[in-house]
C-alpha cells in the first residue's frame, strides 16, 4: 500500500532558527495535507496541497508540493515557541484516503 | 461551536473486557474515522466511514469494530482488548474523503490495556 515516510522524527532549534520537515512517498500523491499537533492536543489542519510544484504560505510557514507530486516539505522561518509540536503529512491517492506520515516533533529552545 | 467529542478521553481497563468508545459530530460531516496514535509511529487509520451504513478498513482494522448507524455518530469497539492496543485514540471527520477535506479532529481517547 501506500506509505508516507517523514523526517526527520525530531528537531531542536534555538528560536529564530529555521526549520524543515519533509515528506516522500513511494506512490504519486493526488494531494497532501499538512497538519500539527501541539504536546497533549489533537491534530489541527494547516494546508492542502493540490498542485505540480505548489508552494503556499502561511506567515512564517511555507508548503511546497513537489513537480512530481511524490514529495513536499514545510519550512518554518525564524521559530517561535509557539511553533512548539508534531507537525504531519497525510498523503492521498486517487481514492482519497490519507496516509499519515510519522510526524516530525519540533523542540523550540528560547 | 462545532465539534467532534469522544468518550471517554481516558480509559484503564483489563484483557478481555468489551469497550466502547463514542464519537459524535455536530457538523454533518459525510466522512469520519478512527486514528490510533503510538510513539514513533505517528497516525495509523484503523476504520473510515464514507457515509452511513459504509465502512472500510483502514491500514490496522485487526481487533477493532466499527459501525455507522447514523451520520453523527461512529463508535469504535473491542470486543476483547488486549495490551498491545494501549493508545491514543483519536476520531475525525470531514465533508467528504478525509485525504481531499479537512479532518477535525476530537480531542482524543488515552486506553490503557492492563
Known amino acids: 500500500g501506500q506509505q508516507v515516510m517523514q523526517i526527520p522524527q525530531y528537531q531542536h532549534v534555538q528560536e529564530g532558527e529555521d526549520f524543515t520537515t519533509y515528506c516522500n512517498s513511494s506512490?504519486?500523491?493526488?494531494?497532501i495535507q499538512w497538519y500539527k499537533q501541539r504536546p497533549g492536543g489533537h491534530p489541527v489542519f494547516l494546508i492542502q496541497l493540490v498542485k505540480s510544484g505548489e508552494v503556499k504560505k502561511q506567515k512564517r510557514l511555507t508548503f511546497q508540493f513537489g513537480e512530481a507530486k511524490k514529495n513536499s516539505s514545510l519550512h518554518i522561518t525564524a521559530t517561535q515557541t509557539t511553533d512548539v509540536g508534531t507537525y504531519f503529512c497525510?498523503?492521498?491517492?486517487?481514492?482519497?484516503?490519507?496516509?499519515f506520515g510519522r510526524g516530525t516533533s519540533l523542540i523550540v529552545h528560547p | 461551536e462545532a465539534q467532534v467529542t469522544q468518550n471517554p478521553r481516558y480509559l484503564i481497563t483489563v484483557t478481555g473486557k468489551k469497550l466502547t468508545v463514542t464519537c459524535s459530530q455536530n457538523m454533518n460531516h459525510e466522512y469520519m474515522s478512527w486514528y490510533r496514535q503510538d510513539p514513533g509511529l505517528g497516525l495509523r487509520q484503523i476504520y473510515y466511514s464514507m457515509n452511513v451504513e459504509a465502512t472500510d478498513k483502514g491500514d490496522v482494522p485487526e481487533g477493532y469494530k466499527v459501525s455507522r448507524k447514523e451520520k453523527r455518530n461512529f463508535p469504535l469497539i473491542l470486543e476483547s482488548p488486549s495490551p498491545n492496543q494501549t493508545s491514543l485514540y483519536f476520531c475525525a471527520s470531514s465533508w467528504g474523503a478525509g485525504g481531499l477535506y479537512e479532518q477535525y479532529f476530537g480531542p482524543g481517547t488515552r486506553l490503557t490495556v492492563t
Open positions: 497525510a498523503g492521498s491517492g486517487g481514492s482519497y484516503i490519507p496516509t
Open positions: 506512490t504519486t500523491l493526488s494531494n
